[in-house]
Nanobody, 123 residues
Framework: QVQLVESGGGLVQAGDSLRLSCVASGRTVSSYAMGWFRQAPGKEREFVAVISWFSYYADSMKGRFTISRDNAKNTVYLQMNNLKPEDTAVYYC???????????????????WGQGTLVTVSS
């Protein structure tokens, strides 16, 4: 079993930056695909970014968000710059093994999820 705990969310203004962290425990996740998803009120869970042997981003996040990992700390990060009000959502970290890029964009392909951290961007 893998347990995931996100942190780093908060209330910021448009144009600000935040760095989200996702700490894994229970297993070493260095070989796992680690994804970030988000869910805004009344909307479906949306793919944000994934890091595995590749890194891949949703189009609307390219150039603003950066995903990275520190295997020594069993931690994945999401650096979010130039935040916009439409980025307001609960952000979730997820883990799975053996995903292709196409699979990594689908939340149903992930086995493990964190509880989420709320990001609110005011205009």
């Amino acid at each position: 079993q893998v347990q995931l705990v996100e942190s780093g969310g908060g209330l910021v203004q448009a144009g600000d930056s935040l760095r989200l962290s996702c700490v894994a425990s229970g297993r070493t996740v260095s070989s796992y695909a680690m994804g970030w998803f988000r869910q805004a009120p009344g909307k479906e869970r949306e793919f944000v970014a994934v890091i595995s042997w590749f890194s891949y981003y949703a189009d609307s996040m390219k150039g603003r968000f950066t995903i990275s990992r520190d295997n020594a700390k069993n931690t994945v990060y999401l650096q979010m710059n130039n935040l916009k009000p439409e980025d307001t959502a609960v952000y979730y970290c997820a883990a799975a093994q053996g995903l292709t890029i196409a699979q990594a964009m689908r939340p149903t392909k992930y086995n493990y999820w964190g509880q989420g951290t709320l990001v609110t961007v005011s205009s």
